[in-house]
Structure formats: structure tokens, C-alpha cells
């Protein structure tokens, strides 16, 4: 099985519009999908053997309404949803409950909330341990997320005593120079990984994610989604669109590119770089003294058009 999860951007709208977002979503910003372009894609995603959904954005429990519809399907197939939130709802504790009973009755078993000293910014970290607090009374797994980096700051220090010391499962991720993020001056010091490291071959767990973002554009992975301003299907990262193009097509060009992804699953994109090596010196490539992280390395070979003829021969 090649993939093993749906994972839908489903808007760029949010109740925050924090310094770092990788798809620069905001309150100003309307772009969504909808029950009526998402429910057609999951009898093929059924056929892949996907069984989750994941749902980010922006901030997805705007539509709450709408996921909730989604959900219903969704069930009906013995999936599992996961849904990832900034926590805005769980301003009260009143709020909190009204919200976690309705994610309850709708199926939905996992929340995972976002925060970091950038959120802070916008929604305090109160709201957080409420909204933490709130699903786990209700018995909905919960954990939380948060970017960090080089540059340890006090709130950084404050998060992670907190959690820890609440025994609140989470992940940590990198701070990336995607989206808003690439304005931030701190991101510099995130290109610390010397390129000897890069070369080491390492699975791409998010290839295990079939993506859709709040455009409708089905993308390899969503850290394309911010690395990109405008993608389309002339991409290398784009498939297709899903409010243009039927998803037996998108399928059929996925399926046709199934060799890379299987590279790129088991080996990162290293994979791509030793099997091509000579072919990508001979048309320029040259590895860079440092990166922040190995998407850097996917999107100066893959996210470049000179290089596409070399890349795509790997599906031959
Ligand atoms: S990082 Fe998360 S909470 Fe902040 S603007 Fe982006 S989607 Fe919203
Ligand atoms: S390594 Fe490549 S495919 Fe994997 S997440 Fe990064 S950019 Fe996407």
C-alpha cells in the first residue's frame, strides 16, 4: 500500500495569522475545499487502502459544519479522522465542552492542537491547556504540535516545561523557511545540516499521506503546498486539481510516478541524488554547503524544471 492516509489542507482561512505559517493563512484569506469536492474522492481512496483522514489548513474547525458532514461518510467506511487545530474554540470553558461534545458525536477520534511562541502571539496558551484539558475529559485523543528551532526563546522553554510536566504527548518540528515563514530573520539559522548529511539515505514518512490543499490541487507532499506560491498541474509536485480534472486522472498520473514516490518513501530524496548523480552534475546541479532541512535537497532537484526530463526518467 503506498498510501496509507488522505490529508486535506481544507482551507487557508484561520482564526490567527501567525509570523510562521507555511501556507500564510489568516483571517483575510477564504479559500476552502467543501463536502461536495471531497466526498467523490474517497471511494478511489478507499481502493488505495487508505483508512484515515487527516484534516489541517488554516484552521479547519471554521467549518466544523461541513467536516462534520464529511465525517458521517468517512465513518461509514471504518476510517479514522484526525483533526488539526489552533484550539481557538476553547476560549471558555463553555465553549469547550459545547465543541469537544460535537467533535465527539461526529466520530472524529483524534485532535491534534497547534502552538508554539509564535501562535501565542494570537491565541494565548490558556486556550491551549483548555482545549487539552476539554478533550481529554470528553475521552478524544489529543496531543499537541508546536515548531521550534535554533533559537531558544523563553516562551520555548515555558511550552516545553509545560507540556512535559503535564505529561501531554506532542511532536516537535522544525521551523521552515516556507510560506510566511521565509520572511523570518531566525529561519537563517536553521540551515545548520551539512550537506555529508544529506546524502544519507532516510525515509520520507510524509509520502505516506496522499494531499489535497484548500486550492483543490493534489501535491506530493504538503510542504510543497507552502514551498510553492502557485502550483499547477504543469508542476512537478502537482498531479491535478480536483475542482478541474476527474480523480481517475489524478490517480492515473500518480500511479504513473510511483517509482519516485516509492524512492523518495524509503530513501528521502538522497535516493533521487545517488541514482542520478552524473545526469544532474551534467545539467548543473551541485549540492549545497548546508540545508535546513531534506526538503531543501527534494525541491532543488524535483521543484526544478531543467531537472524534470532527468527525474521523470526514473519512471521509465
Ligand atoms: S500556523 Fe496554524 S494557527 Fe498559525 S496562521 Fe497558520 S494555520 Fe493558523
Ligand atoms: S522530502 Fe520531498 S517529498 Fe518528502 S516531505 Fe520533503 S519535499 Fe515532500
Known sequence: MIFSSLSISYTNKCTAACAHCIVGAGPDK??????DLILPVLPDCNQLGIKNLLVTGGEPI????????ISSEVLKSG?????YSNGFWADNEKNAAIYAARFKKAGINSIVISTDRYHIDYIPFSIVQTAVDTLKAHDINCSVMYMKDNVLSAKDLYIDQHFQKNKVSNSIYRLSPDGRGEHLPEVKSNYI???KNMLLKRPCHLLQQLFINHDGNVLLCCTSSGRFKKLDSKDFYCFGNIKEDSFKTILNKIK???PIIKIIKQEGPAGIYHREKNELEKAGFSLKEYYYARCELCFDILGEQRYEEITKSLCR
Open 79 to 83: 476510517w479514522h479522522i484526525t483533526i
Open 193 to 195: 545540516i551539512p550537506k
Open 62 to 69: 471554521l467549518y466544523l459544519d461541513e467536516l462534520e458532514s
Open 256 to 258: 504513473a510516478f510511483f
Open 30 to 35: 477564504d479559500e476552502k475545499l467543501s463536502p
